[in-house]
């Protein structure tokens, strides 16, 4: 890998020309290895992407646009170069820290960060590439089967609550909408400006594409398991109001999202080569996906989340 760092320095002009440069290995990637560089002064990160992460589905180039314009928006650290064809991004280095998971449900934060995701989905261009939860489930579905990956024994009961889901809100379809579609804990970050009030920023925008806001609220919700009373506020701050059918979008996308964790856990058994226990990972998410699917509320939750907004 330090060969693929200074490979990817030298392909970026400025830092090219840089006669002290400090390279330091940033901790919390699985599948992408980040840099952060030291040159003249300045501070960036470099995000090398993994090997083989196409079969995800993931797209550098949306990838990109989709960062270029959170960091326009003062959602992101600014992208200051893009390592082409690699797809490596090169960005300002954020002096933070993390916002830890009893941290960012406090009611300040989730308003800060919901603030920052209403932003992105209402301003940011659209891109050029989509982020379905139903069709990347059953893509990673497919490359999971053709690599003889292990499923739970109740998948086709999964597949059959994921089913109900679909058919709900397709009774409303969602307009497609830029979203970043991560917001796990360890993406984001709480700036540190010296004598200021630091900004909340927001890393790794691998899967952003146009997709349904409810999947980014839902998948913020489930990553960071908030209580009822904490989605309601959530959904106060997005919308204005707390209705019967957004409460219900974001339930019914909470078990999707995890379904989501679930498929990326199980593909990755069967194409990563990293050390990783990418089955536990995937056991994890199947079982807290069967908690949430069972909830006495979920027809309630399917009726509501179809009911159409009146005009």
């Known amino acids: 890998m330090t060969l693929a760092i200074d490979k990817a320095i030298a392909k970026v002009p400025f830092l090219a020309k840089s006669k002290n440069i400090k390279k330091t290995p940033l901790s919390g990637g699985i599948t992408n290895m980040n840099f ?3 040159a003249d002064g300045r501070s960036y990160v470099i995000r090398l992407a993994g090997a083989d992460t196409d079969k995800l ?11 270029y314009a959170a960091g326009q928006l003062g959602i992101a650290p600014e992208v200051v170069y893009f390592i082409e064809p690699e797809g490596y991004i090169v960005t300002r280095f954020v002096n933070g820290k993390r916002l830890p998971p009893e941290e960012i449900v406090k009611p300040d934060n989730i308003i800060r960060v919901v603030r920052k995701v209403r932003l992105f989905h209402r301003r940011a261009p659209e891109l050029k590439g989509e982020f379905n ?15 003889n990956c292990k499923f739970p024994f109740d998948f086709d009961w999964i597949m059959q609550k994921a089913n109900e889901v679909q058919k709900a809100l397709s009774k409303d379809p969602y307009i497609p909408t830029p979203c970043h579609d991560d917001l796990l804990n360890l993406n984001w970050l709480d700036e540190d400006v010296p004598g200021e009030i630091g900004e909340v920023r927001l890393l790794d925008w691998e899967y952003a594409g146009m997709g349904d806001i409810f999947f980014d609220l839902g998948n ?15 959904l106060q701050e997005y919308f204005g109001e707390v209705t019967p059918r957004n409460f219900a979008r974001l339930k019914l996308m909470e078990p999707m999202s995890e379904l989501h964790e679930a498929m990326w856990g199980t593909t990755q058994t069967g194409i990563s080569k990293l050390e990783e226990d990418f089955q536990g990972y995937a056991d994890l998410w199947f079982g807290r996906l069967r908690q949430h699917v069972t909830d006495y509320r979920w027809e309630q939750w399917l009726r509501d989340a179809g009911k159409k907004v009146k005009s």
């Not at 993931?58 to 646009?65: F, G, H, K, L, T």
């Not at 939860?133 to 089967?145: A, N």
């Not at 913020?220 to 989605?231: A, E, P, T, W, Y």
């Open 36 to 38: 952060k560089i030291d």
């Open 57 to 67: 589905g993931i797209r550098r180039d949306v990838e990109y646009a989709a960062n």
């Open 133 to 147: 939860v139903f069709r990347r489930v059953e893509m990673l579905t497919k490359i999971s089967k053709g690599n």
């Open 220 to 234: 913020f919700s489930h990553h960071h398991r908030l209580n009822d009373d904490q989605v309601r506020l959530l």
